[in-house]
């Protein structure tokens, strides 16, 4: 049993793993939700964590005396008033992670990036096991890192590092780390621009030499905070060169030949950069890269992500739900030009304009942002809204005309009509398949 107190701020899954470890480790608690669950007043009065539910502002500086630190959940604001509190007590903020570190000195391998994370993170953990080595994703997942290191079997952890993670944690401490691209998102929560981009270059603080930051060559920001001497992906030097002949393009990864492009089940842009970023982090924490080409040859994606739904009556039904940015939602119409689109949802803060620069063969609204989206498409191609999935998927087929694709690929969080993305997808895959039985 210690002395100490920590406060723990959000109690969602990540913040009840936060109170589990602590609890079993003789630390003292405090918890604090602004608008507790029913599952989180459950969990902490089990174990007889005390839970504040929803402080004033002028609360906080009496709820951290006597702390010794705050863990703050993902998610929460900059403009929280902890924050300030905190430092006018010089009470430190950190991240689950870094009570993971403090308790476990096992490698880490960390992912960033707006777009692609789960997917690289994904892969990479395949590709360590497919070489022999104990690997668990861990972090922005299901199983926060202090519920993973319970594991002791695991070798390396392989971290999906969000930007509130990075933002909130006392040292980053992961070596290899990458960083997979940069677009505007999460702007609810961090207080600008700006500060989203600081807490995300925060992923390279602690390589232990330069070539153990992977870096997308072809993304100016991440190239500003690149160390010199950065593992590039995605640039001229690394992307897929013809050798042999014309027909036969290969995958670079390290400057040199991986694979065939031919035997990779995905090959959009964005599946060949994640490739190439996933095969270079996966090399630095000791994959082979026999064992990253038989993981890629195999792939067939993540679900929720560009992933075919169904093919109805000449028509191809995207599920993209995955896509929360307009940076997503691009490069999914990149690959599949002329689609018609579902978008919106819940903006996030972000600026929905740079969507107009897509080429959509009609768009679909949805959601809070759907007004917004009037706007950016209007004169561009036709906009209509829709309040329902259903109702959105019969205009979607109307305007397809029985030939091409309908791709839902929101660019917006899903938490005005739906609890997560994933539910929003499912939701999709079940209209489509009611048209697929109306066919029959």
């Given at each position: 049993?210690?002395?100490?107190?920590?406060?723990?701020?959000?109690?969602?899954?990540?913040?009840?793993?936060?109170?589990?470890?602590?609890?079993?480790?003789?630390?003292?608690?405090?918890?604090?939700?602004?608008?507790?669950?029913?599952?989180?007043?459950?969990?902490?009065?089990?174990?007889?964590?005390?839970?504040?539910?929803?402080?004033?502002?002028?609360?906080?500086?009496?709820?951290?005396?006597?702390?010794?630190?705050?863990?703050?959940?993902?998610?929460?604001?900059?403009?929280?008033?902890?924050?300030?509190?905190?430092?006018?007590?010089?009470?430190?903020?950190?991240?689950?992670?870094?009570?993971?570190?403090?308790?476990?000195?096992?490698?880490?391998?960390?992912?960033?990036?707006?777009?692609?994370?789960?997917?690289?993170?994904?892969?990479?953990?395949?590709?360590?096991?497919?070489?022999?080595?104990?690997?668990?994703?861990?972090?922005?997942?299901?199983?926060?890192?202090?519920?993973?290191?319970?594991?002791?079997?695991?070798?390396?952890?392989?971290?999906?590092?969000?930007s509130f993670r990075l933002g909130h944690a006392g040292s980053v401490g992961a070596s290899p780390a990458g960083w997979l691209n940069f677009a505007p998102d999460h702007l609810d929560v961090h207080a600008d621009l700006a500060a989203y981009e600081t807490a995300k270059a925060r992923i390279f603080e602690c390589v232990k030499e330069p070539r153990d930051a992977i870096a997308n060559a072809a993304d100016p920001v991440v190239m500003a905070h690149a160390p010199p001497g950065a593992s590039l992906f995605g640039g001229p030097a690394t992307a897929c060169r013809v050798g042999g002949s014309a027909d036969s393009p290969l995958l670079i990864v390290d400057n040199e030949p991986l694979m065939d492009v031919s035997s990779l089940p995905r090959v959009l842009p964005h599946d060949l950069l994640n490739a190439q970023a996933a095969a270079v982090l996966a090399i630095r924490a000791g994959a082979s890269r026999m064992a990253c080409a038989e993981v890629l040859s195999g792939f067939a994606g993540l679900a929720h992500r560009m992933a075919l739904v169904a093919e109805v009556a000449g028509v191809r039904f995207v599920d993209d739900s995955k896509s929360t940015t307009p940076h997503a939602t691009l490069a999914a119409l990149a690959g599949i030009p002329g689609a018609v689109l579902i978008v919106g949802g819940r903006s996030k803060g972000v600026d929905?304009?740079?969507?107009?620069?897509?080429?959509?063969?009609?768009?679909?609204?949805?959601?809070?942002?759907?007004?917004?989206?009037?706007?950016?498409?209007?004169?561009?191609?036709?906009?209509?809204?829709?309040?329902?999935?259903?109702?959105?998927?019969?205009?979607?087929?109307?305007?397809?005309?029985?030939?091409?694709?309908?791709?839902?690929?929101?660019?917006?969080?899903?938490?005005?009509?739906?609890?997560?993305?994933?539910e929003r997808g499912e939701d999709f895959i079940r209209i489509v398949h009611g048209l697929t039985e109306t066919t029959k």
């Open positions: 049993m210690t002395d100490s107190t920590t406060l723990v701020l959000g109690l969602g899954v990540t913040g009840r793993a936060v109170i589990d470890a602590l609890t079993r480790r003789g630390v003292g608690v405090v918890a604090v939700d602004d608008h507790p669950s029913v599952d989180a007043q459950r969990h902490a009065a089990r174990l007889n964590v005390p839970l504040v539910d929803g402080p004033n502002a002028e609360d906080w500086p009496r709820l951290l005396s006597g702390v010794t630190e705050v863990v703050m959940g993902p998610g929460i604001p900059d403009v929280h008033p902890c924050h300030a509190a905190a430092a006018s007590t010089n009470v430190s903020i950190i991240d689950e992670s870094d009570l993971a570190a403090r308790w476990d000195h096992r490698p880490r391998c960390a992912v960033t990036g707006t777009n692609g994370k789960t997917t690289v993170v994904t892969l990479i953990t395949e590709m360590l096991e497919c070489s022999g080595i104990r690997a668990m994703a861990a972090g922005n997942t299901d199983t926060p890192l202090v519920a993973a290191i319970d594991d002791v079997e695991v070798a390396t952890f392989v971290v999906e590092a969000s929905l304009s740079v969507l107009g620069e897509a080429a959509p063969r009609s768009v679909v609204a949805i959601g809070e942002a759907a007004p917004e989206l009037v706007d950016v498409f209007a004169g561009r191609c036709t906009v209509k809204t829709a309040s329902s999935m259903a109702e959105a998927v019969a205009l979607a087929c109307d305007a397809v005309a029985g030939v091409g694709t309908v791709l839902l690929s929101p660019g917006c969080s899903s938490f005005d009509w739906y609890e997560s993305y994933v």
